[in-house]
């Protein structure tokens, strides 16, 4: 069986004394890729730093919400550039947070539409970042071309011939029938350790309702640690009882769902199930690769 964490923090401070250990742990748990996120620049430079240590993991760079303010197009820029280094596989995470009464909401959207615009130029799959922003989070994806006809042209369809706007919304959080629209439009939507608690009423939804070929697992390690190691730090051998919990709710085997959202991850991020390289040699990370999934059917806080 194998897993996909597609995503994770693990260049985040709480793990860097003991990330060869915890390099064992991820082969040992059969988490056999990962895509570790940046935050900021310095976190995104860790992530491509990363990605080039081990060979299960892939790196996003991007601009949290809340680390937008006071950002220049050079900072952008330096984006744009580790963006092209060979195992950065996505623009991200990016989006809104509106969850603070002091949220900057202008700085937010601005910087949300020219990092989904850098994603775009580059080829690169755009993860969202959305809490308590439903509709802008929408509006702004849509007047920015992230599922305009010529972005999802670029990439090979997915397995049933919808097309691919490789958006993935991360943790997802909002309703089933909002992922409905989020599924039409050519987006992928994934689930973490919330699924696993006793009050997440949506997620369970969302897990039993989403269509298997849109649907990925995360940790979001360090944060949002699954039942039953909650109130612990969390890390991505845990992503196996998120799929666990989604089998459960599916009526489906864990082996099952691991290996649909391993393929589905796949092709959200560009890369070729076996581990090679992308169709017609293309480097792994970039826009080529096939439709991925067949057709089927000290203790932490939950917040950052």
């Known amino acids: 069986m194998r897993l996909f964490d ?3 923090h693990i260049s985040d401070g709480r793990y860097a004394d003991r990330i060869e ?3 064992e742990e991820i082969r040992a748990a059969g988490v056999e890729r990962l895509v570790d996120i940046g935050t900021d620049l310095e976190s995104s430079e860790s992530c491509v730093r990363m990605a080039k240590r081990f060979d299960f993991c892939y790196a996003a760079v991007g601009f949290f919400p809340s680390e937008t303010t006071g950002l220049t197009e050079e900072d ?7 963006s092209r280094e060979p195992r950065v596989v996505a623009i991200g995470e990016i989006g809104l947070d509106y969850h603070y009464d002091d949220t900057d909401k202008p700085s937010q959207q601005h910087w949300f539409r020219r990092q989904i615009e850098l994603a775009i130029e580059e080829d690169k799959t755009i993860i969202v970042h959305s809490r308590d922003a439903d509709d802008d989070t929408l509006r702004i994806l849509r007047e920015s071309g992230a599922f305009s006809k010529e972005r999802t042209g670029r990439f090979p369809p997915k397995p ?5 706007a490789r958006v993935l919304l991360h943790c997802y959080s909002g309703s089933a029938e909002l992922a409905r629209t989020y599924e039409k439009l050519g987006a992928s939507i994934s689930l973490a350790g919330p699924v696993t608690f006793k009050n997440a009423r949506r997620s369970v939804e969302v897990a039993r309702t989403a269509d298997i070929r849109d649907l990925l697992v995360e940790t979001d390690a360090p944060y949002l640690t699954p039942v039953p190691f909650r109130g612990q730090l969390n890390k991505p051998p845990y992503v196996r009882y998120t799929a666990e919990k989604i089998a459960e709710i599916r009526g489906n085997s864990l082996e099952y769902i691991a290996e649909q959202t391993y393929l589905n991850a796949c092709r959200v991020f560009g890369l070729e199930p076996d581990g090679k390289t992308a169709p017609g040699g293309a480097q792994e990370g970039s826009a080529s690769c096939a439709s991925g999934a ?4 000290s203790p932490i806080t939950d917040e950052r």
Not at 160 to 164: F, K, L
């Open 294 to 297: 067949p057709e089927l059917g």
């Open 21 to 23: 250990e915890l390099a």
């Open 6 to 8: 597609s995503h994770c």
């Open 160 to 164: 049933d011939g919808r097309p691919d």
């Open 76 to 82: 952008l820029e330096r984006l744009r550039q580790l």
